[in-house]
């Protein structure tokens, strides 16, 4: 019946039959879903709260040259400060997720159609450079910073924060001279890859010990809250987890070892006639 | 290019429609093969915790979506401007792979309204013509919500969707959405929990007198065996739904409800990695013989078939339609033609209620759950002195507090610096959401068809879209704006900032991918691209499904008119088509 060895109906159903349904059959078992739902006493302190020194990062930059590198360590500063709530975006790794980000398949513009011509753009018509993201970046630091040399005859990051920001808000404004990529864009785009660097998943390599997600209160990958959404109006107090942390408590299942908050790997109760 | 040998029924995209055409038709003893341009993918181990909850993969670089470099279409306001291509989504996401958008939608499955299945002649009988205005080419489905209701009732089985009637048997019932048209059984399993701030909303709406039901779901909220055996888990509300596939098998999709069957049917043969080009016709255009794809491997195939449906994403069924040359393309100037006719988009106008003091935890929720009032949709109120007709569902659903899209800020907070971080910090908690998704009408200057310079990664030209608001969609969302303060003050918020609809619609903000129309179901061949089994006119052995066949849009999630559709069709077909081929109407 199949016509073509590599498409058969046989490989078909050896992939459905390696794969196992979600099931949860039996009230049994519901309630075993949902046991793992109630929040853990917290370990760590009620929120806000104080945020520990953060460790020696390994990480190294892919993409940015030495002076953008500083030029974007310090302007995700002033996009996301560090202030009484905790670390901002240089001690969350934004700059390096940026970096990483660039470095890979979003800043090549991959992930984009890319085929010209590219005509003259209404605003509703949405992104229409021919530059990549990672060129963006490019052309746009190179402006941002002779912009301050300029105006204020300094590179970006040798400012103080006052002239920082308004060196941002000319670029926000687009008010900044700026010729080879729009102003407005290389704003919009270096503000949109911060806030995502801020709170995107930790293996990233922005939101740092989870820095983002503790600072309004995000329990990160989460997983089962089927008790505890019924809880109303009361602080839901545990410690963040990302995606690293439950892959190895995963592991940690697998030991035996109690979980936390997260339940992991539900699908994978197999029922044997889906296998047969 | 190969031709394969032939089968009785091929069908281009195997989703929600695809996946009911194949089980239905294999039951009924026909042998078909299902071309799936995507990936093989199931719960385990492809939708596992923890890599499915990562914001950045699946909510901002569109993990589970059609791949903008590969296709996507080319965008104006109107016909005087030159479109562009959408280089990256943003104001709608298509979907893609096994099982199409049902693996990533939040599950939020209505029943259209009577009055939705007869938009202009029950306009015209309580307004009058002169409500629609000269360009609005809204027009009845050829179908009565009455003739629909045992495959909405089907689907909702199917699917094992929670909620509470309204009315059953004509016999309205209060707690469910008194609104509805007459239901013969209720849903199959009970409502959704509800959230803190739903239950303000439940509290606010009915001191204004209105009447809050619970939205119904195909989140599951208990194991369900659907009526084709297939086993659905429980919602657990992770708070990653829409965007994103559910590890705990508890959304209705492709996977939990019909593939546990297809996948072990010898009548059914899958193919993905499969990419259709077109649809063949014989010399006299009148008959379909066959489809051409490239398949996994690159190279191209051509699959004979008996019939032919035509069941991928909304937009790409036009397309589809269109690069076969199948039916008359729409022409705006002379208002003739059919494909690409009356597409119609979705009105959303959102409002977020700021409190202070509370502990919202909306990161606890589904994708479908919500508390909505439906006294403001349809023509469930007068619309004398207002100037639009339709409405919207109004809705409180947070259906995720995921932090990259979701950290809202009051009107007047900056973007960055110190003090839009004191007011992400305070609010993130604080804060809840109203929406009023809305209908939207369809006009001669919206419209789809080829684009005469883009072409896609097989060289094929990508469909432009011609698409702006006009009068009923922007005084329903003024309307509609109002209602959501006065809400947002009867649920006791501090602030709540509603925004109407930007003058020209935008294609950069995400709104909805509830796309519509183009290949529109009608009773007159002049004015619709199918008859209202999907057929189409022109080609009787091609059957068109999904939203492509609505005329306009309702104000609601389309999936199950779009599953009770697929259903009447392969009624129509299994009892009547098959013995006798041809015209089912």
């Not at chain 2, 009637?165 to 409502?191: C, H, Q």
């Not at chain 2, 309307?479 to 925004?499: H, P």
Request: aromatic share 10%; glycine share 10%.
């Amino acid at each position: 019946m199949p016509d073509r060895p590599g498409l058969s109906r046989a490989s078909f159903v050896a992939i459905g039959a390696a794969a196992t349904a979600a099931i949860v059959a039996d009230p049994n078992v519901a309630e075993a879903v949902t046991t793992p739902a109630a929040p853990v006493a917290p370990k760590a302190p009620a929120h806000p709260m104080s945020m520990p020194a953060l460790g020696e990062r390994p990480e190294a930059y892919a993409y940015f040259t030495p002076p953008e590198v500083a030029f974007v360590e310090a302007a995700v500063e002033r996009l996301i400060p560090t202030d009484h709530h905790g670390p901002g975006g240089k001690d969350a790794g934004v700059a390096y997720y940026i970096d990483q980000q660039l470095f890979g398949r979003y800043g090549r513009g991959d992930t984009m159609y890319t085929h010209g011509p590219w005509g003259a753009a209404l605003p509703t018509q949405g992104y229409q450079l021919k530059l990549t993201p990672a060129e963006v970046y490019r052309l746009g630091i190179a402006a941002a910073d002779a912009h301050a040399m300029k105006t204020y005859g300094k590179l970006f990051h040798a400012l103080d924060g006052a002239h920082q920001d308004a060196v941002l808000s000319a670029f926000e404004n687009g008010t900044a001279e700026s010729d080879q990529v729009p102003a407005k864009t290389f704003f919009g785009m270096l503000l949109g890859d911060a806030v995502q660097g801020f709170f995107a998943d930790p293996m990233y390599g922005g939101n740092r010990d989870k820095v983002g997600w503790k600072t309004i209160g995000f329990p990160g990958v989460g997983a089962v809250y089927y008790a505890a959404i019924d809880k109303r109006n009361v602080p839901y107090v545990v410690e963040p987890v990302g995606i690293a942390d439950a892959m190895k408590s995963q592991m940690a299942i697998h030991d035996g070892s109690p979980v936390d908050h997260v339940q992991t790997r539900v699908a994978g109760r197999t029922t044997p006639k889906e296998i047969a | 290019m190969a031709t394969l040998k032939s089968v009785d029924a091929v069908v281009i995209g195997v989703g929600w429609t695809g996946g009911i055409v194949a089980t239905e038709l294999t039951k009924a003893g026909l042998n078909v093969v299902g071309l799936e341009r995507g990936m093989y993918r199931d719960t385990d181990p492809d939708f596992m915790v923890p890599q499915v909850h990562d914001e950045l993969a699946y909510g901002i670089r569109y993990k589970l979506f059609q791949d903008a470099a590969k296709e996507t279409y080319t965008f104006r306001n109107n016909s005087s401007q030159t479109a562009l291509p959408i280089r990256q989504f943003g104001s709608f996401i298509p979907g893609d792979g096994l099982g199409g958008a049902g693996v990533h939608w939040n599950g939020v499955t209505w029943r259209f309204l009577p009055w939705d299945f007869q938009t202009r002649s029950q306009t015209i009988a309580r307004y009058g013509a002169g409500i629609l205005g000269d360009d609005c080419t809204s027009q009845d489905w050829g179908i009565t919500y009455d003739q629909l209701e045992p495959f909405y009732d089907r689907f909702e089985y199917l699917c094992g969707i929670g909620g509470k009637a309204g009315n059953l048997n004509g016999k309205k019932i209060p707690g469910g959405n008194v609104f509805e048209g007459p239901r013969k059984r209720d849903y199959p399993n009970p409502p959704m929990k509800q959230q803190y701030a739903g239950e303000l909303f439940t509290k606010g709406v009915t001191e204004l007198g209105y009447h809050p039901f619970p939205q119904p779901s195909a989140n599951s909220t208990r194991p369900y065996t659907n009526p084709e055996g297939a086993q659905i888990g429980l919602c657990v509300y992770c708070g990653y739904c829409e965007r994103y596939s559910c590890e705990m098998g508890a959304k209705a999709s492709l996977q939990t409800t019909l593939l546990p069957q297809l996948r072990k049917n010898p009548r059914f043969e899958l193919r993905t990695g499969a990419h259709v080009l077109r649809v063949n016709l014989d010399s006299s255009g009148k008959r379909a013989v066959s489809v051409t794809y490239i398949d996994g491997m690159g190279q191209e195939q051509t699959q004979p078939a008996d019939m032919i449906y035509v069941a991928a994403f909304a937009l790409n069924n036009v397309r589809m339609l269109l690069l076969s040359k199948i039916g008359k393309p729409y022409d705006p100037v002379t208002n003739t033609g059919v494909v690409g006719r009356n597409y119609a988009y979705q009105v959303n106008t959102g409002a977020t209620l700021f409190y202070e003091g509370r502990h919202f935890n909306n990161f606890m929720a589904s994708g479908a759950i919500g508390t909505v009032i439906d006294d403001f949709n349809g023509d469930n109120y007068d619309h004398t002195n207002l100037d639009f007709i339709g409405g919207a569902d109004l809705a409180q659903s947070n259906s995720n507090a995921r932090p990259i899209l979701y950290h809202p800020t009051p009107p007047g907070t900056p973007k960055w610096g110190a003090a839009w971080k004191d007011a992400v910090v305070k609010y993130y908690n604080n804060s809840a959401s109203l929406n009023a998704q809305g209908g939207c009408q369809s006009y001669r200057g919206n419209y789809l068809d080829l684009d005469p310079t883009y072409n896609d990664a097989y060289g094929q030209p990508l469909m432009r879209m011609t698409m702006d608001w006009y009068k009923h969609e922007h005084k329903q969302s003024a309307f509609m704006v109002e209602k959501l303060n006065a809400i947002g003050k009867a649920m006791g918020a501090k602030q709540t900032s509603a925004a109407a609809l930007p003058e020209h619609y935008d294609i950069v903000p995400y709104q909805s991918t509830h796309n519509v129309g183009g290949a529109v179901m009608g009773s007159d061949p002049q004015t619709s691209v199918v008859n209202t089994f999907g057929q189409s006119w022109d080609v009787s052995n091609v059957f068109v499904l999904g939203a492509s066949s609505f005329p306009q849009n309702a104000g609601y999630n389309p999936t199950g008119t779009v599953g009770a559709l697929a259903y009447h069709t392969m009624d129509a077909v299994v009892n009547r088509y098959i013995k006798s081929p041809g015209p089912l109407a």
